[in-house]
């Protein structure tokens, strides 16, 4: 399985990821062994997808860093972001 994600920062942003293990890459984050979040600590799993394919796994991630994609994150979490 390969894992696309969605975190929360720590400085109320989001970080778009993608990985073989969730699980692991998780920890990693909260670690802080991650460059990209090492310093917008703690960061919150909120979304994720599973791909059976690593090659549609990561165009969904490509995907989900576009404009579209960051608009389709907002539509789909509305009530997780609002409340």
């Known amino acids: 399985m390969f ?20 699980e692991q890459r998780l920890k ?3 670690k802080g062994n991650v460059i990209s979040t090492k310093r917008r600590l703690p960061v919150t799993l909120i979304y994720y997808e599973a791909s059976i394919n690593q090659k549609d796994a990561l165009h969904r991630e490509r995907y989900l860093k576009t404009s579209w994609g960051k608009r389709y994150i907002k539509t789909r979490l509305k009530n997780y972001l609002m409340g």
């Open 28 to 30: 990693e984050h909260n």
């Open 3 to 22: 894992f696309v994600y969605i975190l929360k920062c720590g400085d109320n942003n989001f970080y778009t990821g993608y990985t073989s293990d969730l």
